[in-house]
């Protein structure tokens, strides 16, 4: 078998020649994603692919290509609320910053080591965050260290140099035609700093234009709104206010933006004495439907007409004229929907003044005016706040199609690529591949090379957001100045913004320089605008940026109008439903490990995509899971891996976008398949008129959780407020002191007792707390096979159980780690004394004494223990393969037991703190990783002796009980049920 270099050509990397030569001393033999690892192997041995041992463990390994050390930034940068001491070595520093996701800034404070950043958490001072993270912002420090990051300008295809791209872009830039030929492709975003940009390109090139371009948000939102309020106005529900909500396919808990206030607010309000009530209309079991108090499942034709009549039950409620008329030629309801909707109108109207109605941004324009005007008919001034919509430019699905007719047509002679891999999701029918041929001059900038920069012929490495100065908004407004966390990791990187610069006349000043005259003249040119500066980047956010609330009335005979023009659900046939997936988004987390092997929330799928059908979908075309299918539309065709999932729409078949890559980062390529190649411009969210035909054949997906019922055990609980108070006992002999198979050691009274509380009552399953985990505890990701073996490694997991019914079932998700019994079985078991108890409560795993017996594991009821089958983290590459680990956690090596120690780090770090300072260890000064990353504070940590602290509380919560209590092991993490809130019309 030839060299590795000979089948894939490496890039190159400088600082590191001994490295690849050794990885190309070793063989490949599989293809696939994780390779094959036979066990007992110290190393991995032959039939490691070579993606597994460059796409997992390179990941922070062969990260040495990037540079030989890491640079500050020259410019001054801020620590977190305050003044930056000289580094002492050990002691982190924490940067206020943040990562801009579908055009709006979330805060981060990012943790760093001597200039190295190792984890990312929120900023509780900024709106969006409110010092929590999702996955995707847990993981996106992955993506800096990321060893097949672009290395190289490219011209054609060849490597050239940087200053030979900017000699370019200079001559450019010296035209007489006004811009006639010019063209920017861009995300559409909330930066000042590119707003300003923008208008400064425009001033001197008023024939140019700057097109919008998302793979996600095709701007039905601001057309609805600009249908209904004249102008596209955002909507900023208040979910902490509302006491009645009906979602029409909004997955409003964890759709970008907005999903990590949305969870905080809505799960806060829902834990008050009174709940909240949650109604969810959808076509596939998304995280807010599987939240639901009542959810009805629905082609994704027929959501529009159920909205129409669910208006039309207001109306009638309300004595609405307007509203009551649009039940006139509505679409036929069968007796499930019609039930569902008058119930869900009259809560609505038994809550005027606190009931919302929201619709996701799927929805056609029209039901997005009808909501507005729902809302306003249920009372002005409830639980909706508009703003100005500050995105420049506003998303136009139009916008695309009409460039790539210029472009064919010859008008365009220059364009710039900022946004993301515009050829790789693009509309099928909008041919910007072939489009991009006859434009003579075409530079792309971004993190890989992926489909689009093999289509231009500049191609500019991007920096990645913490290398970078830049600035940008929340929804609400709030401004962010985003500070870099390291100078440019990649010599040749581009700041995407420093394109853009020879055109608007600044290409001499840093993006650093332009950003801070933009921010000293909208401070109004202050004296002291150096102390006021550093305020803004210690604390994370601009105070007084926030917008106001409009005051706008609906335009209600045009509603209504678009709403009776609704073309017809369709009757037959099967629905394609098009859905941005919950871990690699539009696709370009898909070269992030991390999250390609997180488990999917609700189908636990990993490493891998799949054409979601119902159970009698699957049943009447005779699909079972893994089953090959063919789809076809419009003479288009795709063949796809089938996963039959309970609470889908019949005839309707959900295609997470994302996935099939061919170019960019060999971890992303070849996982899954394109759903993009079925998705038409007239149809960005759903397509009717598709067939599904079964195929020979069967594709293995790999899901991390193979059961999906309790059968009986009392695991994940929920029930009603009512039931809760009717079986008290039966609870309650959950929550006891128990003598089980494990006898108790002698009495002793620790200076602390550390416990845990998971609120499954606000646990939404979002993974937040999975990826921040990982992060935090140096959790290598083992690949595709390694996870169909069983043997994932993350510490914490999340379950999902389904209830009732498979058609519409129920749902509850329990995250579940090593719950640190008082009474531990694996401690009896183990022959080395590897795990033992400590006198605070941990049970704690000794490394250097595990000798791989996996006693422990069989003997562990909550199967939380994970154990090092091959050597995931070390020998390859060079010694920056430990740049993205916490340096507070020891990297454990093949062959030992591990699981989650309570962040035993931390614990640590705050005593240490503590006796420096000498004092005791404060309430809430200890949070775990998990804790803090959780957006809706559903887990608790503290110390279990301060009879005033938040987890004691929860132990002593009536609604608490204790996982397999009748096994004796008294853990010392308990789980909280989960309360339901149906109207008692439907039970």
Known sequence: MPPLKDQYPLPVLAGAPRAWRSLEERRGVSEQPGGEFPPGASEPPEGLSRRAVLELAAFGSAAAGLSGCFRQPPEKVMPYSQQPPEVTPGVPLHYATGLTLEGYVRGLVVRSYEGRPTKVEGNPEHPESLGATGAHEQASLLGLYDPYRARVVRHRGEPTSRAALF????????????????????????????????ACLIERYPRARVVPFSGIDKGQAREGARLALGRPIRVLPRWAEARTVVSLEDDFLSTLPGSLRAAREFV??????????????????????????HRLRARPSRVPHLARALAAEVGRALGHPGLASLANGAASLSETERRWLGVAARDLVDHRGAALVSAGERQPAAVHALAHLLNEALGPGGPVRRVE??????????????????????????????????????????????????????????????????????????????????????????????????????????????????????????????????????????????ATWEGWLAAGVVPGTELPE???????????????????????????????????????????????????????????????????????????????????????????????????????????????????????????????????????????????????????????????????????????????????????????????????????????????????????????????????????????????????MHWLRIDRYFLGDEHDPGVITQPLMCVHCEYAPCEYVCPVNATVHSDEGLNQMIYNRCIGTRYCSNNCPYK????????????????????????????????????????????????????????????????????????????????????????????????????????????????????????????
């Open 167 to 198: 000699s370019w872009l200079r001559e450019r830039s010296q035209r007489t035609d006004g811009g006639a030929g010019l063209r920017l492709l861009v995300e559409p975003g909330a930066s000042p700093l590119w707003a300003d940009a923008y």
């Open 389 to 530: 919509d500050v995105l420049t430019p506003l998303p136009d699905a139009s916008a695309l199609p009409t460039l790539v007719e210029e472009m064919r047509a010859g008008t365009v002679d220059t364009l710039i690529i900022t946004a993301w891999n515009p050829v790789y999701c693009a509309p099928v029918d909008v041919p910007l591949a072939e489009a991009l041929g006859r434009v003579q001059h075409t530079v792309y900038c971004a993190l890989e090379e992926d489909e689009t920069a093999a289509a231009c012929g500049w191609f500019a490495p991007a920096s990645h957001p913490y290398e970078t100065w830049g600035d940008g908004r929340a929804p609400n407004g709030t401004a962010t100045v985003l500070q870099p966390l390291s100078a440019p990791l990649i010599e040749a990187a581009v700041a995407p913004l420093e394109l853009v610069a020879p055109f608007t006349g600044t290409l001499e000043a840093s993006p650093y320089e332009r950003l801070r005259a933009l921010w000293h003249e909208r401070a109004g040119r202050p004296m002291q605008f150096q």
């Open 268 to 293: 806060s309000a829902r834990a008050r004495p009174e709940l909240n009530r949650l109604w969810v209309v959808e076509s596939h079991l998304s995280i807010t439907g599987a939240f639901a108090d």
């Open 864 to 987: 939380v223990r994970r154990f090092n089958y091959l050597d995931y983290t070390g020998g390859h590459g060079h010694s920056m393969a430990r740049m993205h680990r916490n340096p507070q956690v020891t990297v454990r090596s093949r062959g030992v037991m591990e699981k989650c120690t309570y962040c035993v780090q931390r614990i640590e770090t705050a005593r240490i703190n503590a006796r420096v300072e000498d004092r005791a260890i404060r309430e809430g000064e200890v949070r775990t990783a998990c804790q803090q990353a959780c957006p809706t504070e559903a887990i608790v940590f503290g110390d279990l002796n301060r009879r005033e602290s938040h987890v004691t509380h929860l132990h002593e919560d009536p609604r608490h009980y204790k996982l397999l209590h009748e096994l004796g092991t008294s853990p010392r993490t308990v789980h909280l049920v989960r309360l339901k809130n149906p109207h008692e019309a439907l039970g």
């Open 550 to 792: 409009l005051q706008v009335r609906v335009d209600e005979a045009a509603v209504l109008a678009a709403a009776r023009g609704l073309p017809p659900p369709a009757e037959e046939g099967i629905e394609l439903h098009f859905v941005p997936d919950p871990k690699v988004y539009d696709g370009r987390f898909g070269g992030n490990p991390w999250l390609q092997e997180l488990p999917d929330p609700m189908t636990q799928v990993t490493w891998d995509n799949a054409a979601l059908v119902s159970p009698a979908t699957a049943a009447r075309l005779g699909l079972e899971r893994g089953s090959r299918a063919q789809l076809e539309l419009r003479g288009r065709t795709l063949e796809v891996a089938v996963l039959v999932v309970p609470g889908q729409a019949d005839d309707t078949v959900t295609l997470p976008l994302g996935y099939g890559r061919t170019r960019g980062s060999p971890v992303a390529q070849g996982v899954g398949f394109n759903a993009y190649t079925l998705r038409y411009q007239d149809s960005p969210g759903s397509a009717p008129g598709a067939r599904l035909t079964s195929l020979e054949g069967h594709h293995e997906l790999v899901l991390a959780q193979e059961h999906w019922r309790m059968e009986g055990r009392p695991l994940a609980l929920q029930t009603t407020e009512a039931q809760l108070k009717a079986h008290t006992d039966m609870l309650k002999g959950m929550q006891e002191p128990k003598e089980g198979l494990y006898s108790p050691g002698p009495p002793v009274t620790p200076p602390h007792r550390w416990g845990m509380a998971i609120d499954l009552h606000r646990c939404t399953g979002c993974s937040a707390c999975v990826v921040a985990c990982q992060a935090e505890n140096n959790i290598p990701a083992v690949g595709k096979n390694e996870v169909r073996r069983g043997r994932e």
